[in-house]
């Protein structure tokens, strides 16, 4: 249950640390302005909203577990193509699957915590779990960081590459969660 409540810092992480750097890479790197900005923040937004009633429609989903890694590997990518891309409208479309994979990891997460933990510390697990959304704003130092010495393409890129490289050290370090 810690682990999963700790896999929960992953899209908090990487999402804080990659919207802390997209005014910069929406000026210098995509070259467009506070419009240009705000749709590359509309399509996360509308991502999380398909993710959500994707996710609602299909109700008590099987293969949590399954979900969960490959939202979470998806996720990875999809930060580290944003990072990588240069054209607005790539990154666009990269920042909707970012959003429905972030959304999706997130949430299902969140549906595991809840299917493991028993009645009697569900409130302290989940005040626990939402500790982690707080953490999750390090990333931004961490990202600035990084980018001061990598500039801000690679540190998104090595975000993601992070994200991708937990989730899937978790994948074979855990081999429950393809059970769950």
């Known amino acids: 249950v810690l682990i999963q409540v700790l896999l929960y810092l992953i899209p908090w992480f990487s999402s804080f640390s990659m919207q ?15 419009r240009g900005y705000g749709w590359l923040l509309t399509a996360l937004g509308l991502g999380s909203v398909i993710s959500l009633v994707g996710l609602a429609s299909i109700g008590n989903y099987i293969h949590k577990g399954m979900i969960l890694i490959i939202s979470g590997v998806l996720l990875g990518l999809f930060t580290a193509g944003f990072g990588a891309s240069q054209s607005f409208l790539l990154s666009l479309i990269l920042q909707v699957f970012y959003g429905i994979m972030s959304n999706t990891f997130s949430t299902v997460n969140t549906a595991v915590v809840q299917e493991l933990i028993p009645d009697s510390v569900r409130g302290r697990i989940m005040s626990f779990r939402e500790i982690t959304m707080a953490l999750g704003t390090g990333g931004s130092l961490l990202a600035g960081f990084m980018a001061e010495f990598t500039g801000v393409r690679l540190a998104i890129m090595l975000l993601g590459l992070f994200s991708l490289v937990v989730t899937l050290s978790l994948y074979w370090a855990l081999p429950h969660l393809k059970k769950i």
């Open 20 to 34: 802390s750097l997209m005014p910069i890479f929406a000026l210098d790197i995509l070259k467009v302005d506070a």
